[in-house]
């Protein structure tokens, strides 16, 4: 009981990080907020602070590193006579479906992407590098042990940009609506592709 109590507080503290800076990143801009400034307003030390994010860039990016662990450990526990597509579509969208309950924030945080170049650079590297990490489990579950089948990678990159895309447009429609709707309409169209690259 102590421990789920701790654990909830720290959920707590971390919503608060969250939503603390990316408010003051919307207000006045990535470069022109402090750690110190989002730790007064969030109420918590700096030190408190630096146990949940490495730096500022963290609590705008930080998602991805965490969506590459869940994605890569989802798909491995999938059923492995499950069509592929269908369990890249299934972890996908249970992936999305947990940011679409807050979409004010994840609107704030894409803009701040898109209009930061410096951001929007690590954004792009940090997607690069969860898609290495899905590749291997692609690999393992289409029996492929070349390593120059570019199969695994390919379809790695092509899943997580239905899913970037799907969240991409539930958001620029305001957040309203079903998040999963775009997400099945991404992989329909992924699925009639890969068909034929997938049966080789």
């Not at 500022?56 to 006579?81: F, I």
């Not at 305001?174 to 997938?198: C, Y």
Request: charged content about 25%; some cysteine.
């Amino acid at each position: 009981m102590a421990d789920g109590h701790r654990e909830a507080k720290r959920e707590r503290t971390r919503d608060n990080l969250l939503e603390v800076s990316t408010r003051l990143f919307t207000e006045r801009g990535f470069d022109d907020v402090s750690v110190a400034e989002i730790t007064r307003v969030a109420q918590v030390a700096p030190r408190t602070f630096y146990r949940y994010f490495d730096s500022k860039e963290s609590l705008v990016l930080g998602h991805v590193d965490e969506t590459a662990v869940m994605l890569s450990n989802a798909l491995a526990a999938r059923p492995v006579d499950e069509p592929l597509m269908t369990s890249l579509r299934e972890v996908v969208l249970g992936i999305v479906r947990q940011f679409e309950g807050d979409g004010e924030i994840n609107q704030l945080r894409a803009a701040l992407i898109s209009t930061h170049p410096g951001l929007a650079r690590r954004h792009l590297e940090r997607q690069a590098l969860a898609e290495t990490k899905l590749a291997p489990v692609l690999a393992q579950r289409l029996g492929i042990t070349d390593p120059a089948d570019i199969r695994p990678a390919l379809v790695a990159s092509c899943a997580t940009a239905a899913g970037r895309v799907a969240m991409s447009a539930w958001l620029a429609g305001g957040a309203q609506g079903s998040i999963g709707e775009a997400v099945d309409d991404a992989f329909a169209m992924l699925s009639r592709g890969f068909a034929a690259v997938l049966a080789d």
